[in-house]
C-alpha cells in the first residue's frame, strides 16, 4: 500500500530563515501531491498543488517541489514569520489514479523562532 | 461561502455509549470525506461520498462506525458502543468534482471526540 513519510521531529528555524520540509512516498506514482497547514485544533487548510509533469511551484513564500525519480517533494517557505509555526501535511491521492482518495502523512510540526 | 461545518465541535461520552457527528459542507461541493486524526498524527481516511453514494470505505473502519449522506448535502457519523481508542479529531472535509481545483479539500474545524 502507499506509504508517506515526513520528519515526525519538529523543525526549530530562526526567523527570516528558509524552512525546508520532506515528504517521501513509497509504492505509488502519483499524479499530483498537495501540501496543508494545520494548526492546533483545527482542520488542515490547503496551500499547494503540484502535478508529476510540474518540477517546481510557487506561490508568495511559498515554493514546492516534485522528483517523481526520487519520489520526493520538498516544500519550502522563504523569509519565514513565527506566524508560519504550524504543522505542515503532505498527501497524494491513493492508488489507482482518479479515485480522489487522499493520504496524509503524519506531518511536520514547524517553530519559526522571533 | 461558509465553509465546511461540523457539529458538536467537542464531545465527551462514556464507553458503550453509541455519538453520532455531523457535518455540513460548502453547498454544491458533492465530494465529501471523513477523517480521524489522532495526537501528532495525519489524518487517516475513513470514507467518502459522491452525492449521496459512498464510494469506498476504509478497511480500517470497523463495523460500529457508519456514515450516511441521505440527500447528498450533510452527512452523519455515528459509532456504536464506544470504545477508548475511538477518541480522536473526526475531520469532515469537502470537494467539487468538475471544479479545477477538484483536487484540492476543504476541511472543517473537526470534532474531538473523548471516551472516558
Known amino acids: 500500500s502507499q506509504k508517506i513519510e515526513q520528519n515526525s521531529e519538529a523543525l526549530n528555524i530562526q526567523e527570516g530563515k528558509t524552512a525546508t520540509l520532506t515528504c517521501n512516498y513509497t509504492?505509488?506514482?502519483?499524479?499530483?501531491l498537495q501540501w496543508y497547514r494545520q494548526d492546533p485544533g483545527r482542520g488542515p487548510v490547503f496551500l499547494l498543488l503540484i502535478r508529476e509533469n510540474e518540477k517546481e511551484k510557487r506561490k508568495e513564500r511559498l515554493k514546492v517541489t516534485f522528483d517523481t525519480t526520487l519520489k520526493q517533494s520538498l516544500f519550502h517557505i522563504t523569509a519565514s514569520q513565527p506566524a508560519d509555526s504550524a504543522t505542515y501535511l503532505c498527501a497524494l491521492e491513493g492508488a489507482p489514479r482518479g479515485t480522489y482518495k487522499y493520504i496524509f502523512g503524519t506531518g511536520t510540526r514547524l517553530k519559526v523562532l522571533a | 461561502d461558509t465553509g465546511v461545518s461540523q457539529n458538536p465541535r467537542h464531545k465527551i461520552t462514556k464507553r458503550g455509549q453509541n455519538v453520532t457527528f455531523r457535518c455540513d459542507p460548502i453547498s454544491e461541493h458533492n465530494r465529501l470525506y471523513w477523517y480521524r486524526q489522532t495526537l501528532g498524527q495525519g489524518p487517516e481516511f475513513l470514507t467518502y461520498?459522491?452525492?449521496?453514494?459512498?464510494?469506498?470505505k476504509s478497511r480500517l473502519l470497523s463495523d460500529r462506525f457508519s456514515a450516511e449522506r441521505p440527500k447528498g448535502s450533510f452527512s452523519t457519523l455515528e459509532i456504536q458502543r464506544t470504545e477508548q481508542g475511538d477518541s480522536a479529531m473526526y475531520l469532515c472535509a469537502s470537494s467539487l468534482d468538475w471544479d479545477r481545483d477538484s483536487e484540492k479539500l476543504f476541511f472543517g474545524s473537526g470534532t474531538q471526540l473523548s471516551v472516558l
Open positions: 461520498f459522491q452525492n449521496e453514494a459512498q464510494l469506498e
Open positions: 509504492n505509488y506514482s502519483p499524479a499530483y
